[in-house]
């Protein structure tokens, strides 16, 4: 069974949008929870994480927000460009190292 | 430092052909997994080791066998391979990147795997 959910499959703004990627998960217990960006034909690199007892996370131009009690956690990019179109997947971690990914979302930003 | 390396970069099988993907870390990681990555599923688990000598199933295990043959190295075989294994197989490893305080996956450039 699915323990995290993700959406939206896929997304496309405009240079200078700000896409939203949303994420759920279930009632098992987790320590953080990772966002990783994949470019095409390239591994999963680590974007941005977040623990649970914060409620938003900003780095650069990517900022995580996690809502605890609904089990909810999102991930927003401002003033997207191109070079951000890649595939995001979001995570739900545990310190001993076992993560269960989304299904994740292709991100396009048209110039 | 070249992080999580693996070979085959591409291979493709005729069914109930045998191979194994290799896979090597030089960051002394003790954890390592191995995922297959499928259009619109993700990422799924197929196997992973804790630490050396010891290896445990993950989500979906069927088909697979894997090797710890040292802290470096993991290995992931077919032993007779069929086209629903046709996928992209990401090995990785964790650890602690500096300055934050939670494990990192990171994940090799993948072996893309094609079975006829």
């Known amino acids: 069974q699915q323990q995290v959910k993700q959406s939206p499959q896929s997304l496309i703004v405009q240079k200078g949008g700000i896409p939203i990627i949303n994420c759920a998960y279930e009632n098992t217990v987790f320590d953080y929870f990772p966002w990783y960006q994949q470019f095409p034909g390239k591994g999963p690199a680590l974007l941005i994480a977040?623990?649970?007892?914060?409620s938003e996370k900003k780095e650069g131009r990517f900022t995580i927000s996690f809502n605890k009690s609904a089990k909810q956690f999102s991930l927003h990019i401002m003033d997207s460009q191109p070079g951000d179109s890649a595939t995001y997947f979001c995570?739900?971690?545990?310190?001993?190292?076992?993560?269960?990914f989304g299904d994740g979302t292709t991100l396009t930003v048209k110039p | 430092n070249a992080g999580v390396t693996q070979t085959p970069k591409f291979q493709v099988l005729k069914t109930g052909q045998s191979m194994t993907l290799q896979c090597a870390q030089d960051?002394?990681?003790?954890?390592m997994y191995w995922y297959r990555q499928d259009p619109g599923m993700g990422l799924r688990l197929i196997y992973y080791?804790?630490?050396?000598?010891?290896?445990d199933k993950g989500e979906v295990p069927n088909g697979y066998n894997v090797s710890r043959l040292n802290k470096r190295e993991f290995s992931l075989r077919l032993e007779s391979a069929a086209p629903s294994q046709t996928s992209v197989y990401f090995c990785a490893s964790i650890g602690l990147r500096p300055p934050s305080s939670y494990n990192e996956q990171f994940f090799g450039p993948g072996t893309r795997l094609t079975v006829l």
């Open positions: 995570a739900a971690s545990t310190n001993a190292g076992k993560s269960t």
């Open positions: 960051m002394n990681h003790n954890s």
């Open positions: 080791s804790a630490s050396e000598g010891t290896t």
């Open positions: 977040i623990r649970p007892d914060v």
